[in-house]
């Protein structure tokens, strides 16, 4: 490959360019070819676009952006091209296993051998080694159906809370750092605020690439009204900085203390909000005991722009302005993903971004809000709102609270003592057991960990060590190399449920086409596992997805998460509904917390906001320091590597490599390096360089771009051929155990 700046430069406009098309993008014939439209949600990102599918016969021919859902009928270019994933001759269309162990083929089999197969090690491993011998790996790809079940067949079926998911990678410290700071999980904004928005402050986010109908959003919003000021703070100068005001670079790792420093600019400048925060806001140390705004402001007396300036590279007129337009904007907007989340100080970074909005007062009123993006299309819903991690149980309940382990064994039928009262393992930890032999089989479901975990030559052997089932539906999945017994799940619009995306909107995507070939539902293949396995079918008496969301729904009543008032019915009719939404009329929440908007907050509640994830009612604003990351650059590895996105593939790429566009426009992995390190290191565009860490090495291809600071590489992360997660370590956050996928220490040079 050998792609030159200016190249370079053209397609990624022209990438961007065609991510903002809108309308029909139909994949085949016209409208009046088709039969009949079917509504859904777009397979990809957490923007949760609405779309229609449009069905021929019994074929899905085209799809296009739902005009009644907040995406106003805009598509990306990877939403619009979902009919040739469906399909291609990848799909993987009947049950396969091997018998002869992990280097045996697999074999195509019956669907009654392949069950009866997969289940008999876990029936084994529970007997002979407790339920902690048996694990369900999920997803934020999964259905909110699918993650419900799953997670009730293991903890009150298996009894064991080993249920974690690449939720896990992902949106962990975004959890984390809701619940410290504000008592519940999910944002209490949606995507009106964009429209309301005067200051938008982007930091750890490639919108324009990761969220592009956000973006689109953010850009129009910008484009109407000049007075709108955007802010990115991001190591890397992405296509989102392409529509900023400013763009503040740091070395990655460093933006706690940014954050920090931006905290002292408002307080000593006195752009904070007093009788904001004397209302709502506790003010804690570290540890979370109560301290006092005097102590908070002497704490902040080491983050003095300079100083930060000097640790982060931001020139400290920079930090002064940020801080002054994020305060005294009318309405400031903050948006954040990855960046922040993967790092092993993510839930402090997650911290000091609310701390912005509660010292300000930048939250509860339409545009000013700390806006978490989530990066799964059901992150949210499937997995943060039904607790299928860990030490979660549904509806904002921990398995550690035994008050909360008692309302779901009342409320599944279990005896009380059912559920363990210990978490069970976070994802890096599952894989160690694992290899260790602890964990015997696992069920793995709508994720490619042997292609997306950290420390890829150390985490997969305990996929080559534990009996692996595992749905799947294309051949070209990496994980599938360890599988013992390969499930085919019928895919996306073959079956029906429910999204839940960023703002706490749920919608349906309905069936529209028949399951290919052998394919099941994941429902229907979980509860036959299940009942093999030797659960008692008590616990799964559904006849299919919908009877589950009537129990799910059920169960949110009188919760925080309240959305009893969302049927399905009423999913059919409308273009999503966003939670708390507790009766059948309501028409769901704008603003959370807030009273007059959030059914949540009595009417007569004395105060405006109510922060009712905490006891008294007030939210944290914590005393957090700054860390280093835990690998950064040093003398023997002297470049930190950063990994991430690219806008026309998802992932492991499974899917979006399927379609001949997506996989032209990005054909391999590369690595992107400044002009000034490319000269010294004498690398032009397209040369073989190597990457060379304390874990492994790999040589890509050089894209040689100002996109990243000196010093500074990045590599994007789809390319099974190039697994740069090889590279990587697995340090995890110590709260929220998500990964640092953000930062590792490199060398860099060109391959001779
Ligand atoms: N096209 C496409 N879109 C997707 C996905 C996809 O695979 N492809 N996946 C979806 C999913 S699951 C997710 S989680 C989201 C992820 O969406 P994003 O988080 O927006 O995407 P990333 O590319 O992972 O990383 C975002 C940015 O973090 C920056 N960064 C690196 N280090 C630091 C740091 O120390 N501090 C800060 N502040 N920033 C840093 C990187 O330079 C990068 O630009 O995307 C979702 N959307
Ligand atoms: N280096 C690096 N690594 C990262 C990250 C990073 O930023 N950098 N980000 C992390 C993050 S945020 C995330 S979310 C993870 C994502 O990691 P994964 O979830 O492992 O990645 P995907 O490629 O989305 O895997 C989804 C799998 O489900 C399959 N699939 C698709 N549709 C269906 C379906 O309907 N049913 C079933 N059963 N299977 C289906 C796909 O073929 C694919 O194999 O990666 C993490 N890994
Ligand atoms: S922005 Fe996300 S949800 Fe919307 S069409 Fe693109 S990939 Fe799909
Ligand atoms: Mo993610």
């Known amino acids: 490959m050998n792609v030159s700046r200016r190249e370079f430069l053209k397609a990624s406009a022209a990438a961007a360019a065609l991510s903002m098309v809108g309308g029909p993008c139909l994949a085949a014939g016209k409208d009046d070819g088709v039969d009949k439209w079917v509504k859904g949600v777009c397979r990809y990102c957490g923007t949760g676009c609405g779309v229609l599918v449009g069905v021929r016969g019994d074929k899905a021919v085209a799809v296009k952006g739902d005009p009644n859902n907040h995406n106003a009928g805009f598509l990306c270019l990877k939403g619009s091209m979902l009919i040739p994933v469906i399909y291609t001759p990848d799909r993987i269309t009947e049950p396969m296993i091997r018998r002869g162990g992990k280097s045996s083929p697999l074999e195509k089999v019956s669907w009654d051998e392949a069950l009866e197969f997969a289940a008999k090690p876990f029936r084994d491993a529970a007997a002979a080694a407790g339920p902690s011998a048996v694990a369900y790996y999920g997803s934020g790809q999964a259905l909110t159906e699918e993650s419900y079940l799953a997670n009730k067949i293991w903890k009150a079926g298996f009894k064991t809370n080993n249920v974690d998911g690449n939720p896990r990678l992902c949106m962990a410290s975004a959890v984390a750092g809701y619940l410290t700071t504000f008592g519940k999980d999910e944002p209490m904004g949606t995507y009106d605020d964009i429209d309301a928005a005067t200051c938008f402050f982007i930091i750890g986010s490639n919108t324009s690439e990761a969220h592009p109908i956000l973006f689109r959003r953010i850009a129009q919003r910008k484009e109407n009204s000049p007075e709108v000021k955007v802010i990115v703070a991001d190591p890397r100068r992405t296509n989102t900085s392409r529509i900023a005001d400013m763009h503040m670079s740091f070395v990655p790792g460093t933006d706690l203390a940014l954050l920090n420093a931006m905290a002292h600019v408002i307080i000593n400048e006195e752009m904070d909000n007093q009788r904001f925060y004397n209302r709502y806001v506790n003010f804690v140390d570290n540890e979370g005991k109560p301290t006092t705004f005097e102590n908070y402001k002497s704490f902040l007396a080491d983050y003095t722009p300079e100083k930060a300036a000097r640790l982060t590279g931001v020139p400290a007129a920079d930090i002064v302005r940020a801080a002054k337009t994020f305060a005294e904007s009318s309405a400031s907007l903050s948006l954040w993903c990855m960046g922040i989340n993967q790092r092993v100080r993510g839930v402090w970074a997650n911290n000091l971004i609310h701390n912005l909005h509660l010292l300000t007062g930048q939250i509860g009123r339409p545009g000013a809000s700390p806006l978490s993006l989530t990066g799964q299309p059901n992150a949210c819903g499937g997995v943060r709102d039904t607790g299928s991690l860990s030490h979660l149980l549904p509806a904002g309940r921990m398995v550690a609270n035994e008050k909360h382990r008692n309302e779901m064994e009342d409320f599944w039928g279990v005896p009380r003592g059912t559920i363990q009262p210990k978490m069970g393992l976070h994802t890096v930890a599952l894989f160690e057991a694992m290899a260790k032999g602890d964990v015997k089989a696992v069920f793995i479901h709508c994720t490619n960990p042997a292609h997306t975990l950290p420390n890829l030559n150390k985490l997969t052997k305990g996929l080559e060590t534990a009996f692996v089932a595992q749905t799947e539906c294309f051949m070209d999945a990496e994980t599938l190399k360890y599988a013992d017994a390969v499930f085919p799940a019928a895919f996306w619009c073959e079956t029906d449920g429910v999204y839940g995306c960023t703002e706490r909107r749920y919608a349906l995507t309905e069936q529209a086409i028949k399951p290919m070939g052998n394919c099941r539902p994941a429902v229907q293949i979980l509860m036959d596992f299940a009942a093999r396995a030797g659960i008692d079918p008590k616990l799964f008496p559904y006849k299919n997805a919908a009877d589950i969301w009537e129990e799910w729904r059920t169960l949110s009543k009188g ?194």
């Open 559 to 752: 919760s925080p998460y309240d959305f009893f008032g969302i049927t399905r019915a009423r999913l059919k009719k409308e273009s999503g509904i966003k939670w708390p939404c507790p009766t059948e009329t309501h028409p769901g929440t704008r603003l959370r917390y807030v009273r007059g908007e959030d059914p949540l907050v009595p009417a007569d509640h004395p105060d405006r906001i109510f922060f009712y994830g905490r006891p008294d009612g007030k939210a944290n604003v914590f005393l957090r320091p700054y860390a280093p990351p835990f690998e950064p650059a040093d003398k023997d590895y002297p470049f930190v590597l950063t990994t991430g996105r690219v806008i026309d593939h998802w992932h492991s790429a499974t899917m979006t490599g399927q379609v001949p566009e997506l996989r032209k426009a990005y054909p391999s992995a590369f690595v992107e390096i400044n002009p000034e390190d490319a000269k010294k290191l004498r690398i032009n565009n397209g040369d073989p360089v190597t990457l060379e860490t304390r874990r492994d090495k790999m040589t890509f291809p050089a894209r040689v771009t100002d996109t990243c600071m000196p010093g500074l590489v990045f590599c994007p992360f789809f390319d099974k051929k190039l697994l740069v997660n090889k590279l990587f370590h697995d340090a995890v956050d110590n709260a929220s155990r998500e990964p640092e996928y953000k930062i590792c220490a490199t060398k860099v040079y060109k391959q001779a």
